[in-house]
């Protein structure tokens, strides 16, 4: 595709039950983010892959989160044991230049 | 910490004026600055950029202008249309690594 995809767009889980949020990356694009937004505040950053290099997980709250990129390409992030402070848009971007990301629409995620 | 700063949450402005847009930040080792807009639903989309050793870049109606010595930047829009009413995030990248810490965003409002 011409963007960064992601999927779902929206979803509703219940408080304990575990969620995985998927990205397409532009092709070619050798780095990709993870950030979430939550109501009110900027974007925070969770984790950055970049080729095959070890990711950068600084950002990740806590153990519940994870998150893998298979092939270089698709991501996916995984929230074990969902609390409602999770709730947040979670945007994927990706980059070929450095400091330009090219983000998704996001995925809102509600926990109930 | 907060080290990419917003501190107007919105602006409202009218059709053909100018919008400024401003943004601060704590860490010396930032060296490369940018802008994203938002618009609902969608993920931010890239800008403008300014490296460092500049304290002006152009691009059509948009000027970032940077003041290292009071960790300062600004985004001017001359003149401002209705279509820029967005959200605009102020990003900051340090000399080494690769991801972008965001302020928490203006929301401007253009009039017509």
């Known amino acids: 595709g011409a963007g960064v995809s992601q999927s779902p767009s929206n979803k509703v889980t219940e408080k304990g039950k575990d969620v995985e949020l998927r990205c397409d990356p532009i092709?070619?694009?050798?780095?990709l983010y993870w950030y979430r937004q939550s109501l009110g505040q900027g974007l925070e950053f969770l984790i950055y892959?970049?080729?095959?290099?070890?990711?950068?997980k600084s950002g990740l709250p806590s153990d519940r989160f994870s998150a893998e990129r298979t092939g270089g390409s698709v991501s996916t992030l995984t929230i074990q044991r969902t609390q409602q402070e999770d709730s947040a848009v979670y945007l994927c971007?990706?980059?070929?230049?450095?400091?330009?990301?090219?983000f998704g629409s996001g995925t809102q995620l509600s926990v109930l | 910490d907060q080290q990419v700063k917003q501190n107007s949450p919105s602006l409202s402005v009218q059709e053909g004026r100018i919008s400024i847009l401003n943004c601060d930040y704590t860490?010396?080792?930032?060296?490369?600055f940018l802008w994203y807009k938002k618009y609902p639903a969608e993920g931010p989309t890239f800008l403008i950029s300014?490296?460092?050793?500049?304290d002006k870049n152009e691009d059509g109606r948009f000027t970032v202008f940077l003041n290292k010595s009071a960790k300062h930047l600004s985004l001017h829009i001359v003149p401002s249309q209705p279509g820029d009413s967005a959200v605009y995030f102020c990003?900051?990248?340090?000399?080494?690594?690769?991801?972008?810490?965001f302020g928490a965003g203006t929301i401007l409002r253009v009039k017509s």
């Open positions: 971007a990706s980059s070929l230049v450095e400091g330009k990301l090219f």
């Open positions: 092709s070619g694009h050798t780095a």
């Open positions: 892959f970049q080729g095959n290099s070890a990711p950068d």
């Open positions: 860490n010396s080792m930032f060296d490369y």
């Open positions: 300014i490296s460092s050793i500049k």
């Open positions: 990003a900051a990248k340090r000399v080494e690594g690769n991801k972008l810490v």
